[in-house]
């Protein structure tokens, strides 16, 4: 909690572990209206202070369970719930930009901005004030998912695949949301830096009570999370 | 704020890209604030030119009516020979287009009545003038050598300088259209010129003057026979003021009026004289005109209503008469008024004033169209280039949308930072543009207006010419300029071959007829016009403002296509979207 203090008026729930943070209820999804279902069914609660890893074999639906959890869309069947709350009924843009850190697999960070404007800009979009000026928050971040600070003023362009994945964390965690969604966060990094980001995301979970969920496919990661939240292929027919 | 802010940075960081865009935005913006400079110059120059001035307006016959009357008569009737006689080119038939014209011209009591039909507040004033002879004790300034020959035998003076009149005569009109106080071609030896107020003196064709001795006569009958004459004329003559003088009619020497010298004035303007000075006889000499009042003419029978009615054609009295108007609005209503109390189609109502100063204001007109379509040309391209680049713009962002989007930016806030960032460009753009077209304005639209004037002085001259080639066929009115010098050795040598053949009555018949249908000579065609050659196009706030709104308007036309973007962006695309 010595990153950021947000001010909000979000309930205090996040130093406590076991509370439900977001849940499915029946989720069926599809992408076109009486289409192929991509989840059918699907029934899971995300409790903080734990980390939650989802996997499957391709196709089995993990990048739309993302988008679902992310806000990004809406069930076709069944809720999403945020601490209680239908997601399709709430704002969903002020879910996603106050409540929840996606780190995309392919980061999503704007190549033409430094790293520490593609934080300040998750900062500014959550809309939080922050007691500390944004930039020392960046520059805490940076070093917390271990990176030189003179990346600060780096363009993203200029940054590796490893680095990027880092700073895309950075951003998910800059305005302290409840929930930290990650898409595939090892896939392009080796055996040691992919330790080093389970455990940030380990002490995210367990220190300050934060749900961490990851979209894997690495047996690695799946066993070094406290959950695992196995989607079956689909047998549909 | 976040939004004010994120769009701020954007257009910092896209320098490369805005500044074309500030560049192309500042061209249209210059474009623009000169087409709208000028617009705004000539609407302000047209409604205040006249707004607050006076304008006089006079009836007249319809010219190009009577000249289509006259040709068509002289190719069938047979040309009279003691025209042909005297003038050497073509030989229109005068007389034929003089009974055409004749009985055309209004009475006094008409003008009155239209006069009492208008609606609108309007003054009157007029003034007769006819021809008299001079006698052996009262003889006429002559600057010309060949008058001046002939003037040494009476009779035969009075008719060649008739003669010589009889030709040229219609050509005379040296000041406004439309019976205008300039045309009046009398024939004898003076011009006596009876007006019925001072105004009425005061817009005496000769120009204004001032009283050297004596004052100027009353208008009521006590003061009838009082008559005031130019100094020239007095010191010609030897005569001061309290002395009588004697004329006679000019086709009828044995009748004579007697007159009282009541003043004495001296011209101050003579430009007049010198234009017509060769062309007339001496009775157009500014320096013989005599003037009285309209009840002295009308005692002597001389004013128009009685020389009209008689039958003996050969004194004819010329009536001007002029109605004066607060303003060009009062015109306009006064023209409609006129036409509604029943005024004949041949008839138009004219104001020298209003003409002149329209035609004045033609290359300004054409300038103002011209900006017009400069304005319409400006915007369109502009719009269509500012929505491209948008269009290309928002693609290529299409990724930084999905990343807005992602992080939980509303759509709406997306869309409200693209249309600023284009805002604070083209804002930037047009300050420029403004800048620069408030410099380049004055200079250029004057630039523009004098290219205009002398396109417009081209094409009068040649209408000019054009108009010249109708008058000879039609016989009428010869241009000022082309017969002033061919008129004055036509005027010497047949004047000399005129004293020679007893003709003159029926030469000076025909000129006095000529004189009463001449009124409303068309000088205005053949008057240089005084173009308006500058206007003062500058910038104001009224052209600002409408230059931010036309911005606003081209901003939001070209950012429709970004929000439309935007708005139908689906944030579930980023997962697919990877620049």
Redesign the interface.
Known sequence: MDIATATTAEPAVTANTDTPALELEHVSYSYSKGGKRVLIDKNYVFRTGRVISITGPSGAGK?TL??LLSG??TPTKGRVLHNGEDLAKADR??????DIG?I?Q?F??????TVA?NII??M????KTFDKPKKEIAAELIEKVRLQPEYLNERILHLSGGEQQRVAIA?ALSYDPQIILADEPTGNLDLATQDDIMTIFKDLAHNEGKCVIIVTHSPEVAAQSDEVFQLAPLRER | MFVLNNAWKTVIRNKGRNILIVLIVAIIAAAATIGLAIRNAASTARETGLANTSVTATISVDRSKLMEQARESQSSSSSDSSDSSSSGDSTPDFDSMRSALEGSSLTLADYQKYEKASSVSVSSYYSESTGVSGTDSFQPVETSTANAANSSSSDSSSDSSNSGDGQQGPGGDGKGQGGGPGNMMTSGDFTLTGFSSDTAIANASNGSFTMSSGEVFGYDESDNGKVIISKTLADFNNLSVGDTITVTNPSDTSLTYTLTICGIYENSTSSNTNAMGPMGGTSQDADNAIYTSVSTLKSLGLDSDTTANDDNDDTTTQLNYTYVLANADDYETFAADVKAAGLDDTYTVQSADVEQYESSLVPLDNLAKFALTLLIVVLVVGAVVLVVLNLFNIRERKYEVGVLTAIGVKKAKVAAQFVIELLIVTMCGIALGVAGGAVASVPVSNQLLASQVSAQESEASSQQQQFGRAADMGGGPGGEQQSSSSSSDSSSSSSSSDSSSANSSSDSAGSTKSNNTQQGGPGGMRQAVNYVSEINATVNLAVVGQLILIGLGLTLISALVGIVFVMRYEPLQILADRS
């Not at chain 1, 843009?93 to 106050?98: E, L, T, V």
Request: overall charge positive.
């Open positions: 990048t993302l988008s990004l869309t843009y002020r879910f996603r930009s106050h996606v995309f392919s999503n960070l704007l190549p033409a901005l404007e800009l998750s500014d979009a959550s809309g951003r």
